[in-house]
């Protein structure tokens, strides 16, 4: 990250306060979910006796159906919710970056054969074909996380071989080619690098995503399942309770509401600072 970059980023994170507020928002649910194990209470410890107790000082966000810490189930929902997203999006990340640039390199045949194939995946909907992959594989973080990244791909592609198509037609590119570098080493070496800024911004909301998607199958019974606990989940196992103890939706709710503005406001401030130093060129 050079001065210029840097220069931009501060100007944004000034301008727009909201930016400051998503980022300490990230690293405080971040850092609250790596320390959930300092807490005093067992996540699955079921206790009758203390059932749907209200949140006061000794419950922050009072009790379960089952007695359990909410606060307590929160944190530990969180290292799944966001491991989820972070996973999924290094693999979704991955393989869009790699497809992209070979179908935004390659040109010809091979561009149209790629596109054509994501413009065929991209018409399927989603988060019906996870749902059925989901329920048919079974539910697990692990499944979860490959579901989510294999399927969640396709847009990064479609950025990443459009940003590709822009940058082969560079001198340092082109040079690299007149030298007879190899295909992918200039793939790798020149045209990559030079559009990591589009790939991070495309990453960064692609983890908001991931996080929704992960609590809509949560959510729905078909995503983490008892006794283990994520944000979605917590929200399922609310439904029963909205009446009687509002709470139970209230706290998971809002944290998901968070996270994914959170996340996307990051992203917007990414992109208006690459997009400033691209205008400065």
Not at 49 to 75: C, V
Not at 121 to 143: D, E, H, K, Q
Request: aromatic share 10%; hydrophobic share 50%; with cysteine.
């Amino acid at each position: 990250m050079n001065d210029r970059i840097l220069k931009n980023l501060k100007l944004n994170l000034k301008q727009n306060k909201l930016s400051i507020l998503a980022i300490i928002i990230i690293m405080i649910f971040t850092f609250a979910s790596l320390c959930a194990s300092l807490s005093t209470y067992d996540p699955n410890q079921i206790d009758p006796a203390n059932r749907l107790l209200r949140p006061d000082f000794k419950h922050f966000f009072g009790t379960d159906d089952m007695g359990r810490d909410y606060f307590t189930r929160a944190l530990y929902g969180g290292r799944v919710s966001l491991m989820v997203g972070f996973m999924s999006m290094i693999i979704s990340t991955v393989i869009g970056t790699i497809v992209g640039a070979i179908s935004g390199y390659f040109g010809g045949k091979i561009d149209d054969f790629i596109m054509r194939c994501i413009d065929i995946l991209m018409c399927i909907p989603t988060f019906f074909l996870i749902l059925v992959i989901n329920s048919y594989l079974g539910a697990s973080v692990v499944n979860l996380i490959c579901i989510i990244g294999f399927l969640g791909w396709m847009s990064i592609a479609r950025i990443v071989r459009g940003e590709t198509l822009s940058v082969k037609e560079r001198e340092y590119v082109l040079y690299a080619k007149a030298s007879g570098e190899n295909c992918f080493k200039i793939i790798i070496r020149h045209i990559i690098p030079s559009i990591l800024p589009t790939i991070i911004v495309s990453a960064t909301i692609n983890i908001a995503t991931s996080i929704l998607l992960e609590s809509s199958l949560s959510f729905l019974g078909v995503g983490i399942t008892q006794p283990n606990a994520s944000w979605g989940s917590m929200l399922k196992d609310a439904q029963s309770y909205l009446m009687d103890a509002p709470y139970l939706a209230f706290f998971p709710g809002m944290i998901i509401l968070l996270t994914v503005l959170s996340f996307n406001l990051i992203g917007d401030t990414l992109r208006n600072v690459f997009e400033a130093k691209a205008n400065d060129r």
